[in-house]
């Protein structure tokens, strides 16, 4: 591959990681960094048209794709990094255990701001990724299918017959929810961190890993992100149109079938839902394959609008991408000192479109300051110290002017 390919290879992974982290930030924002369903008991504003608009949109093209994307191109970084190693002569699977260790670091500091935090979750399950780097392609993607087909939360819920792993509920009735959002409104950084700190060890994997099982489908995605890099359909992304072009369309039809049934499988529930029942196991399952041909579908349109011109404005996302750590934690604490009691206290008072448009802003700067900061520095600061971390090492921090010459862009 020449050095210009390779430079646009890893151009539209950058910027689909910049893709994947609007997404994040328009999803907590609207939510109000809450992290659960809105308890209206401890919400001040009513929902107007708007506020319906948007939460529309956001149910059917942000919540459940984007942190999809995130961990697909998660397995790509696992495998890339393997690969380079081996080509070296050398194993990665210790270094990168090591390096999931740091990122758990930066996870556990996260998730007392903003118990929504997915490092966490991507650490204890990138442990087991090393054990996939030599299964084969085949049964990479078996694997994968089954867990996207729904395999690990049929066996939970066949084996525990119960929506919980340690009947923690998240649902709007749930008095739980209405404690902790009235928490974040009236307790102190503290007070909220304390919170938090038990809920990454207790709720965080019931969501994971019960019924409503995030965690399956994020390992799914880890193993296909190993099997884009291993097939070289990353490196030659570009020889590859006409196939991403079918699997729009595809995903787009697979999409509105999927719709569909979800819809009509909830509608024939009996009011209230009992959540650990098979009907409600179906039907959740069927919505989550929805979210994956979405989730499909996003990622197509991207890539293609991305090939098509690939220096168009699209690519002011690669250096947004590139900083990816950095921009994450920065967007909770942005989010998070806005909202909360312990900073400006805004939760509840503002409707959705508001926060929509606070979201839009916080990533317009956050892309200004990136492509700014990466024209000065190698890394972003999160990143270089993950980097330094991972190998014992003081790396280069600032650009030399030669270097920030070369790249204006970077």
């Known amino acids: 591959m ?32 809450t992290a659960s369903p809105r308890p209206e008991a401890a919400w001040w504003v009513s929902a107007d048209i708007a ?10 093209l942000v919540t459940g794709k984007f942190y999809s994307i995130f961990a697909l191109l998660f397995g790509m970084s696992f495998a890339i990094m393997m690969n380079n ?25 996260h998730s007392l701001i903003y118990r929504g935090d997915i490092l966490g979750v991507y650490v204890v399950i990138g442990f087991i990724l090393p054990l996939f780097y030599s299964v084969s392609s085949r049964w ?32 709007p009735s749930d008095p739980e929810i209405l404690r902790y959002t009235t928490l974040l409104k009236t307790g102190n950084f503290f007070d909220v961190a304390r919170d938090n700190l038990v809920y990454f060890y207790t709720g965080k994997w019931d969501f994971q890993f019960g019924i409503f099982g995030r965690g399956y489908f994020t390992l799914a995605y880890f193993l296909v992100g190993l099997w884009l890099i291993r097939s070289g359909f990353v490196q030659n992304i570009a020889q590859h149109k006409a196939l991403i072009k079918k699997c729009l369309w595809g995903s787009l039809i697979a999409s509105l079938v999927f719709i569909g049934a979800s819809v009509a499988l909830f509608a024939q529930m009996s009011q209230p839902v009992n959540y650990s029942s098979w ?9 989550d394959l929805a979210n994956i041909s979405l989730t499909m579908l996003l990622m197509c349109a991207f890539v293609l609008l991305y090939l098509r011109k690939p220096d168009s404005r699209l690519s002011a996302l690669a250096p947004y991408g590139r900083m990816a750590l950095t921009n994450y934690i920065t967007q909770s604490l942005i989010g998070t ?11 509840g008072k503002l409707h959705d479109w508001q926060m929509l448009l606070l979201a839009l802003v916080v990533i317009y700067v956050q892309v200004q300051v990136s492509k700014l900061w ?14 330094c971390g991972t190998w014992f090492s003081r790396f280069p921090f600032r650009k030399i002017p030669a270097e920030r010459d070369a790249v204006p862009n970077a």
Do not use: C
Not at 6 to 27: E, K, P, W
Not at 86 to 109: D, E, H, T, V, Y
């Open 337 to 347: 000192f806005f909202l909360y009691g312990w900073g400006f206290g805004y939760l």
């Open 374 to 387: 990466l024209s000065y520095f190698q890394y972003g600061p999160l990143e270089w110290l993950w980097r």
């Open 2 to 33: 020449s050095a210009t390919a390779q430079q646009s290879r890893i151009n539209i992974v950058d910027a689909l990681r910049g893709f994947a982290l609007m997404g994040i930030v328009i999803a907590h924002m609207i939510e109000q960094y």
């Open 279 to 287: 009907p409600f196991v179906m039907a959740w399952n069927v919505a």
């Open 85 to 109: 190693a081996a080509q070296k002569g050398s194993n990665f699977s210790g270094r990168f255990i090591w390096r999931l260790l740091l990122l758990l670091g930066f996870g556990f500091i």
């Open 140 to 171: 990479l993607l078996i694997i994968a299918a089954l867990l996207f087909l729904g395999a690990g939360r049929f066996a939970f819920f066949a084996i525990t017959g119960s929506a919980s792993l340690l009947d923690y509920q998240n649902i």
């Open 51 to 60: 506020d319906k608009v948007v939460l529309t949109l956001q149910f059917l």
